[in-house]
């Protein structure tokens, strides 16, 4: 199963709303999962199963979508949200990532 | 607190072999099971290998199958990868990460990840 995002980078300013799109080359049900990473981390996770938070996420972050369509919503960007996020689908494996989106300042 | 400390990373010759190790604390390490997933620099995360708490359940990527061997020690709460053959595309950022609670490969917890470089 191929995941592709888009866009793969997206410039926006702090308050702002932005929509990641991640879609699946079949159907996947809502077995998606959203990470984070910032420069020399690992990957932080946000959504599972396509739209529930992971605990201590912020509620700013949203999942949404099912099959083989998903996006992953930030609304009132913060400066500690600039970032690369990734999806990853746990349908069978492989379980495969996105290529990933890096979220720039404008 | 969830550790997770990978060690055993290094440079090696193409057709080499390095075995990573993940030392595991703060959880009751047999009751989850562990992944190792893998970044080239520059790239997303590549999924490697899962196996099970009891190891009965392992998968690799197709990538790595029949090069590299996952297995765990649960009395000595750890978790390692054998790699063998290795090629210079398998040069990336090692990580260990445990499966979120409710046992789908959705990785809640990862270590800070070992380098492997393969040069020769």
């Known amino acids: 199963i191929q995941m592709t995002q888009s866009p793969s980078t997206l410039a926006a300013s702090v308050g702002d709303r932005v929509t990641i799109t991640c879609r699946a080359s079949?159907?996947?049900?809502?077995?998606l999962a959203w990470y984070q990473q910032k420069p020399g981390k690992p990957p932080n996770l946000l959504i599972y199963k396509a739209s529930n938070l992971e605990s201590a996420v912020p509620s700013r972050f949203n999942g949404s979508g099912s099959g083989t369509e998903f996006t992953l919503t930030i609304s009132r960007l913060q400066p500690e949200d600039f970032a690369t996020y990734f999806c990853q689908h746990y349908k069978t494996s492989p379980y495969t990532f996105g290529q990933g989106t890096k979220l720039e300042i404008k | 607190e969830v550790q997770l400390v990978e060690s055993g990373g290094g440079l090696v010759r193409p057709g080499g072999s390095l075995r990573l190790s993940c030392a595991a604390s703060g959880f009751t390490f047999s009751s989850f099971s562990m992944n190792w997933v893998r970044q080239a620099p520059g790239k997303g995360p590549e999924w490697v290998s899962s196996?099970?708490?009891?190891?009965?359940?392992?998968s690799y990527a197709d990538s790595v199958k029949g090069r590299f061997t996952v297995t765990r020690d649960n009395a000595k709460n750890s978790l390692y990868l054998q790699m063998d053959s290795l090629k210079a595309e398998d040069t990336a950022i090692y990580f260990c990460?445990?499966?979120?609670?409710?046992?789908?490969?959705?990785?809640?917890?990862w270590g800070q990840g070992a380098l492997v470089t393969v040069s020769s």
């Open positions: 196996i099970s708490g009891g190891s009965a359940f392992i």
């Open positions: 079949e159907n996947i049900n809502r077995w």
């Open positions: 990460a445990r499966d979120r609670p409710g046992g789908y490969p959705v990785f809640s917890d």
